[in-house]
């Protein structure tokens, strides 16, 4: 797995687009690879043939592990070397291993998934039906990785629980449960002991059942059912899905941003009559020619040209010192689709107060279906100066949005809607349309936000001024 940005450190091998025999080149493209930041094209380097696929599609590993063997012509495959991908999958992602099954095995991929979870072994015994269980053909994809670690830790007997997992599989859940169980009734307490089959009298039912309903644990009052296995209590149900490594990675920028930069929000109405009117005729004029300029185009526009007039939004904090950015880049959010996972980008228009509306609408629309289709590239993505993220084509009036480090401003802009406004003292239908700009208080004061916004009002109100 090939290091495809700076900050990556593992992959997930999306789709081979080649497949074993097949022959390449060197520079052609062979599989999509989900990094950190983007989908990315990963090419080989060598020519020959793909003897073997090591890390089926849909597998995350890390940065170095072997993914696949390449032979040149007449060399043979006894020398080359075995992958450690086995070794270094993660349990979400290689469900069938248990966690104790890299440490007996050999850097070998091949591992037989029977001797994985024979070889994983316990400090000691917990009952012979739970070791059938374990060593049972089925019981691996009945007992989760996490689940099982839990249970041989807290002498948990995964015998006596059923699982709510799909295909009922034993799951993280179940074995808490079991364990807040046990603390609610003496005859969960152990568990080497013979499980009694129900609770023998009627007080002990009424005790057990009146401490599980007062436990502070729970949110709401429940009604306890009883079975073979002890107290069970019906909890919350829940599928788990995998987070990809785009996803990861925009949770941790997230936190980073909210925690590390002291956010506070402007927000200003702009009115948009004379911009909409002028749109129209311009899409008009344009359609014969393939072009059609969107709101988001003017305000893209329109952003440069203040940050030009206002420095200080067109920089980040530096420690000691804020850097003043001689360019100016405008980050445009760009939304994946949620079938293919979701996720959110940042494609980056450069020098935008130096480009025309047309060049603009161009370059967004291309980077938009690019990232949504084949991934940017890392520098269709770095070096903003500013962000803009729109959801105004979903019919959002208002929203408030998350720096994107290292900018010091991001503008939440929501849909230009046509209502009744008052115009020259006179109550009338106009377009509207609310916009809020969130800010970095250690560089941009409030007043600074404020007239950055009234000199973005100003040209969107007169929207002649963003076609000079």
Known sequence: MPRLSDTMESGTIVRWNVKEGDAVKSGMVVAD???DKATMEMPVFDDGRIVKL???AGQQVKVGTQIAIILEDGESEDGAAKSPAAEQTSPQSSPQSSPHSSQGTSGNAFVSPTSSARGAKLNEPINARTQEILESDDARVRVSPVARRIAEQERVDLASLTG??????IIKRDVLNALENRGATPAAQ???APRAGSISSSAQGASSTSHVASSSSLAVPVTP?????GLVVAGLQSTEVAVSSMRQIIAKRLVESKTTIPHYQVSMK????????LREQLNSELAAMGIKLSVNDFIVRGCALSMAKHPYVNASWGG????????????????????KGGGLLVAVIRDVDRKSLRAISSETKALSEKARTRGLSMEEMSESTFT??????????????IINPPNSAILACGAALKQPVVRDDQLTIGYEMTATLSLDHRVIDGAMAARWLNTLKGLLENPATLLV
């Open 33 to 35: 690879i989900e990094t």
């Open 54 to 56: 090591l890390v089926p």
């Open 164 to 169: 709510s997992g799909p295909g009922g599989r």
């Open 190 to 192: 152990s568990t080497d």
């Open 225 to 229: 059912t009883l079975r073979a296995g």
């Open 270 to 277: 702009f009115e948009l009559d004379r911009l909409m009117a």
């Open 320 to 339: 000691e010192k804020i850097l003043m950015h001689q360019q100016v880049n405008v980050g445009v959010a760009v939304a994946l689709d949620e079938e």
């Open 388 to 401: 803009v993220s729109n959801l105004g084509m979903f019919g959002v009036e208002h929203f408030t949005a």
